[in-house]
């Protein structure tokens, strides 16, 4: 089971800290660092001291680190056009020295939106299945060859296709909860399928659609990875554990019930009970990126069992 960090920072951080969490990741030996990609905070947060750019901040945590994999659970599809996404994102892995995955998605929050110009167009699925054929086109397209793309949406003539990743093939994630189109696109474009803030009997029921999918596409099932994205809550005790619960604004039966709360015995049993239905990644999101004494508990106690 490997063991991934993911971090929301619209809700409140800026690079500094960013960086540090990322370190502290490596240095504590999990998998990676993902990140939101969102341009507003979500509730009551005052989002100080703004949001920062995913790929700008993957870019700057690729030449800081060395061994941690970087992505975004999820890029929205609204923020980029889909030949450039491919640029910064085959750049953010040559800086990288091979290490990024992107997590592409439709977009969700007409908020973040409206509050910053963006279009938010009611086609928004149509549009990332074109998206995602024009940016994995683009990566597959031989050197010295052009990559031409007529769709409804998007349209590219006689591309030349660069630069192209430091990576044979860059993962790409997948994820959500829709029962047709979201399996069928992952079984087409997917190397990871993720399942976010699922409980288990969902996760199974969703990862049973896209095994099917993806036979029915002509892949094996196995060739993608599957995975969970779960909000963190650990203490070495009840009292720590409410303590991390109230630093965040939710409450332990509610995070227990929905999330990976409690004893690092309690969280074990539940990844636990994730893999047996078969994630072999579980993605933990950290709200409180300040409590880096989360993080080394989470690695000698939880961490290290799973190893």
């Not at 989002?47 to 680190?65: H, K, M, N, Q, S």
């Not at 086609?123 to 995602?132: G, N, P, V």
């Not at 060859?145 to 093939?169: C, I, M, V, W």
């Amino acid at each position: 089971m490997d063991l991934r960090i993911f971090t929301e920072p619209q809700q409140g951080a800026d690079y500094d800290t960013l960086l540090t969490v990322a370190k502290a990741t490596e240095d504590l030996g999990f998998d990676a660092f993902f990140r939101s990609d969102h341009y507003l905070r979500m509730g009551s947060a005052d989002g100080l001291p703004g949001p920062t750019d995913a790929w700008i901040t993957l870019a700057g945590l690729a030449r800081e680190t060395r061994r941690i994999r970087l992505g975004t659970l999820m890029t929205a599809g609204t923020f980029r056009l889909p030949g450039v996404l491919a640029i910064q994102v085959a750049q953010v892995d040559r800086m990288s020295g091979g290490r990024v995955e992107l997590g592409l998605g439709a977009g969700w929050f007409e908020e973040e939106h409206k509050a910053y110009g963006i279009p938010f167009p009611a086609e928004r699925m149509a549009r990332l299945e074109e998206q995602l054929a024009v940016i994995t086109g683009l990566w597959a397209t031989e050197p010295g060859s052009t990559f031409d793309y007529h769709g409804e949406h998007y349209r590219l003539e006689n591309s030349p296709a660069l630069p192209k990743p430091a990576q044979a093939k860059v993962p790409v994630l997948i994820g959500g909860h829709g029962a047709r189109r979201t399996p069928r696109l992952a079984a087409r474009y997917a190397d990871e399928f993720n399942m976010p803030f699922a409980s288990i009997t969902d996760s199974e029921r969703q990862f049973g659609r896209v095994r099917e999918a993806a036979e029915q596409a002509g892949r094996k099932a196995d060739d993608l990875v599957y995975s969970n994205a779960l909000v963190v809550c650990v203490g070495k005790d009840d009292a720590e554990v409410a303590r991390r619960a109230a630093a965040i604004g939710r409450e332990v039966d509610e995070l227990k019930a929905n999330g990976l709360a409690g004893s690092p015995a309690e969280v074990v049993d539940k990844i636990g009970a994730y893999a047996a239905i078969g994630s072999s990644r579980v993605y933990l999101q950290l709200l409180d990126l300040d409590d880096l004494d989360h993080l080394e508990l989470i690695s000698a106690r939880v961490l290290s069992q799973l190893r």
